[in-house]
């Protein structure tokens, strides 16, 4: 048998080691048939089969985002107005406005990315100030965390949010000295307005849907975790249209989804038999424990420092939690929970741990995400557990240092956005991006992994959480891969793995740490596809 495609660099990170290694790689259908030197591997070039030599650059397993959201990522990428770069409230106005202007059928206006605390202001915007630019189109813009909406009035009258409206369990409608709506809805209360923002026709849903495929492919993004995103974007949830694409085989991304873990296990157990594919399956049940620590609602051990009257709150009673999470891993889910502050990340340990005792040990690799702010006394419990640490780098770096270090005490600012801790704690510690919270290119995450760099690009963050390369590509590959049962699959470049592999325009390995950054994707393979090719050159018959 010949191989459909050959390839071959002087560095080949197979995953297996620390460092890459001068290899080629063949590749029969969809799986990988033989690794090792390049005249061994020769042997199987037939008269079809397509040789790509890429010299010195960097060929690597594809890379695996074990945590974002498909829909809404591709909604703030490509159909909404990104307000990042606003520096004021009324700057942020202005954009929308522009974006307004230049989208007139658009019946909502949605954006991202603005942040109140990068504009030196402790108090939230109001929707006054998005109605003197805009009173006529309703606007709905997502804070830079996703935890918390701005909206104008319009948006608040077609919501039929009043003085008179409760806030919604786990969410706070903001109001003034006079009862008003002041446009801030925080959590579970976005909902209130994006079930209305986020009302599109299938034909918009599978545009969103080809637009996140086509950029995960530019950027060597192979597989992903879709996760829950939160009652505030249940209306995007369309594994129906994933489905579709899956059976008319347009799948260049596998999906591997985490529907909400609500207590309802019949729903679950249907959604896990109808969608289990190689590249559509129902991986596990996701859930929030807590909320953001800049929103006061990521729940903690201590009180907050400036807001001494809360240690924040769980988004569900913990005896709730806790029944949810033993009848799951009881039917034998896997569990993702949001957990931000050391409280929620001890109580999620609490939970899988107290899950173990009535249902028994067992491989569940039960996951929790983000844990910005960790006791030291709780690393070691997730090798102990057998629970994954999922972490997102890119996340020290989304906001000034201050929306964190000044809200706990003193002794706890070293295990702000642990890294390398949890890497090297003995667990299998996965990485992501949670896009679209921030950008889905991986080599942000592996940037801010291995420098710790904070916003400014240049001061280091505790510099003692800096990762190697090595630690932080397997973190965004085989780790991940580990975190949906498919290390022996997906992951690694090794002989009958399937074929999902790219190859970067340069050598990591061999460039500065700024360098890292400037990085991209030249040809990106995915069950042994090419389905992203910037350099025809690479190719040859």
């Known amino acids: 048998m010949k191989a459909d495609i050959l390839l071959k660099s002087k560095a080949v990170f197979t995953g297996l080691k620390e460092e890459p290694e001068e290899l080629a790689v063949a590749i029969s259908g969809n799986k990988i048939m033989k690794v090792g030197p390049a005249e061994q591997v020769w042997e199987l070039r037939g008269e079809h089969t397509k040789v790509i030599d890429a010299g010195d650059k960097l060929i690597m397993p594809g890379f695996f985002d074990a945590h974002l959201h498909v829909m809404l990522g591709s909604l703030f990428t490509h159909y909404s107005v990104s307000l990042a770069e606003a520096n004021s409230a009324q700057e942020a106005a202005q954009m929308v406005k522009e974006y307004a202007d230049k989208h007139p059928h658009d019946e909502w206006i949605i954006g991202t990315g603005w942040d109140h605390t990068a504009w030196g202001e402790k108090e939230f915007p109001s929707r006054r100030i998005l109605d003197q630019v805009l009173p006529d189109r309703p606007v709905v813009l997502l804070h830079a965390e996703g935890h918390y909406g701005w909206v104008n009035s319009l948006a608040l009258n077609l919501a039929g949010i009043t003085k008179e409206t409760k806030n919604p369990d786990y969410g706070i409608i903001y109001k003034d000295k006079n009862g008003e709506p002041t446009g801030i809805l925080i959590e579970t209360a976005i909902s209130l307005a994006t079930d209305y923002a986020y009302d599109f026709p299938k034909k918009k849903l599978e545009d969103m849907l080809q637009q996140f495929l086509e950029h995960a492919a530019q950027l060597g993004v192979t597989s992903v975790n879709d996760l829950y995103a939160s009652r505030a974007h249940e209306k995007l949830e369309a594994y129906h249209i994933y489905k579709e694409f899956d059976e008319a085989n347009r799948l260049t991304t596998r999906l591997h989804i985490y529907p909400s873990l609500n207590g309802d296990m019949e729903k679950a157990k249907e959604l896990r038999e109808r969608y289990a594919s190689d590249k559509l399956r129902v991986a596990g049940l996701k859930q929030f424990i807590d909320g953001v620590v800049t929103g006061y609602t990521a729940y903690m051990i201590d009180p907050y420092t400036d807001r001494p009257e809360t240690k924040g709150e769980t988004a569900y009673r913990e005896e709730e939690l806790q029944r949810w999470v033993v009848e799951a891993d009881k039917e034998g889910f896997q569990i993702r929970f949001h957990s931000i502050g050391d409280g929620a990340v001890r109580l999620g340990l609490d939970l899988y741990e107290k899950?173990?005792?009535?249902?028994?040990?067992?491989?569940?690799?039960?996951?929790?995400?983000?844990?910005?702010?960790?006791?030291?006394?709780?690393?070691?419990?997730?090798?102990?557990?057998?629970?994954?640490?999922?972490?997102?780098?890119?996340?020290?770096?989304?906001?000034?240092?201050?929306?964190?270090?000044?809200?706990?005490?003193?002794?706890?600012?070293?295990?702000?956005?642990?890294?390398?801790?949890?890497?090297?704690?003995?667990?299998?510690?996965?990485?992501?991006?949670?896009?679209?919270?921030?950008?889905?290119?991986?080599?942000?995450?592996?940037?801010?992994?291995?420098?710790?760099?904070?916003?400014?690009?240049?001061?280091?963050?505790?510099?003692?959480?800096?990762?190697?390369?090595?630690?932080?590509?397997?973190?965004?590959?085989s780790a991940s891969a580990y975190s949906v049962f498919r290390e022996d699959e997906l992951g690694t470049i090794e002989e009958g793995k399937l074929a999902d592999i790219i190859v970067l325009d340069r050598n990591l390995f061999q460039v500065n740490e700024k360098e890292i950054l400037e990085a991209s994707t030249e040809l990106t393979l995915m069950d042994g596809q090419i389905v992203w090719d910037t350099s025809q050159r690479l190719v040859k018959k």
């Open 355 to 477: 899950a173990r005792e009535i249902n028994g040990k067992r491989e569940s690799r039960h996951c929790l995400e983000h844990i910005e702010i960790i006791a030291p006394e709780d690393i070691p419990r997730f090798r102990e557990l057998g629970v994954m640490p999922s972490i997102q780098p890119y996340h020290m770096a989304l906001m000034p240092r201050e929306s964190h270090t000044t809200r706990v005490k003193k002794e706890k600012l070293p295990y702000i956005y642990s890294n390398a801790s949890l890497v090297r704690s003995g667990a299998v510690a996965s990485y992501s991006s949670d896009y679209p919270i921030v950008p889905l290119n991986p080599m942000l995450g592996i940037y801010h992994a291995v420098t710790r760099k904070d916003f400014t690009l240049k001061d280091t963050w505790n510099e003692q959480e800096k990762v190697t390369l090595g630690e932080a590509l397997k973190a965004y590959t």
